[in-house]
């Protein structure tokens, strides 16, 4: 048979005319191009293919030869035209839009919601929301999805509450304070354009790291010992690798470890990233013998200097 106009409106092979209009409807609001900016090509194909779709079978003579012949038979047979004569099928994609209108007005509104058509007026406010996130999220980038309720009028023009299911791609480097907005997704009142949703990243604390601009910070702590006589450091990053860090100077009061591109990836250019800065808190024993001050005098006597 070829393509399956009822399939493609998502209706029984018995669907009434008024079942059709439903259905052509709810899914030429949904794939309508002026909806779809971000995937406009696929929401362009699937729009006419509804169109065509409720073309044929909301007429009479090309449903009944569709019904027998399939499709191979409706864009073969002579189809008498309003003007007189005859012509096989053939859908024009420009009458897409025409067939659009006849339901929702002019071909010069821009769709908006789930239902309704919008020719301008005033925009709701937008509505923003915190997106926790973290180090480890704006370190590799991931993607979150968010399910949101909002209402929309039915094709009847009464409110009714809709799920949906936002897919938010997070970016490695992105900060806080990064926005990320879907255009048009708040509640739907008559007479006003729905509000943007905007998403606020913000950063959750992290147990190692404190991040500084595109920096990663560690605050490591060290015994005296180790701080006079060398240590080595294994510390775990944010994308799962162990650095291994020797020690070997005298750590002294403001000392730090700098190791370059070790930080956060930078958002514009993520195989770029900062600086991983290690600063050292040194612990002193609360209390020597008399003994280990002794030891300590005769070791470090002539190391002032």
């Keep these: 048979m070829g393509v399956d106009y009822y399939n493609i409106l998502k209706v029984s092979r018995g669907a009434t005319e008024e079942e059709l209009k439903r259905s052509y409807k709810k899914l030429a609001m949904k794939w309508h191009p002026d909806k779809n900016s971000v995937n406009k090509k696929e929401a362009e194909a699937k729009f006419k293919q509804i169109s065509e ?18 499709e191979e038979g409706i864009k073969s047979a002579e189809l008498s035209s309003p003007s007189g004569g005859a012509g ?37 406010p937008p509505v923003e929301s915190k997106l926790a996130c973290s180090l480890e999220e704006l370190y590799n980038g991931s993607r979150r999805k968010m399910r949101i309720s909002r209402l929309v009028p039915d094709e009847f023009g009464k409110p009714k ?20 907005t879907f255009p048009e997704k708040g509640n739907h009142e ?6 943007d949703l905007i998403f606020v990243v913000d950063e959750k604390p992290h147990a190692v790291f ?21 240590h080595t450091l294994n ?30 990836p930078l958002s514009k250019e993520p195989s770029k990233k900062g600086k991983l800065i290690i600063k050292f808190d040194v612990k002193f024993p609360s209390r020597l013998t008399a003994e280990q001050k002794s030891d300590l005098r005769r070791a470090l006597g002539g190391a002032e200097n």
């Excluded at 409720?54 to 012949?69: A, F, G």
């Excluded at 809709?162 to 990320?180: F, R």
């Excluded at 595109?214 to 005296?224: A, T």
């Design 235 to 264: 510390l775990t990053t944010l994308d799962g690798r162990t650095l291994t860090i020797p020690v070997t100077d005298i750590v002294k009061p403001g000392y730090q470890v700098v190791i370059s591109n070790e930080g956060m």
């Design 190 to 195: 008559p007479g006003v354009t729905p509000a």
């Design 161 to 180: 509450t809709v799920d949906e299911i936002l897919k938010i791609d997070i970016k490695p480097g992105w900060k806080k304070g990064t926005k990320i």
């Design 53 to 70: 779709a409720y073309d044929v079978l909301s007429d009479p003579q090309k449903r009944q030869i569709y019904d027998i012949y399939g």
């Design 88 to 124: 096989a099928y053939r859908f024009n994609p420009r009458h897409a839009e025409d067939i659009f209108a006849e339901f929702f007005g002019g071909s010069d509104r821009k769709v908006y919601g789930d239902g309704v058509a919008s020719q301008g007026g005033k925009k709701a």
């Design 210 to 230: 404190k991040r500084d601009g595109n920096d990663l910070i560690v605050n490591q702590k060290i015994s005296l010992l180790d701080a006079l006589t060398g």
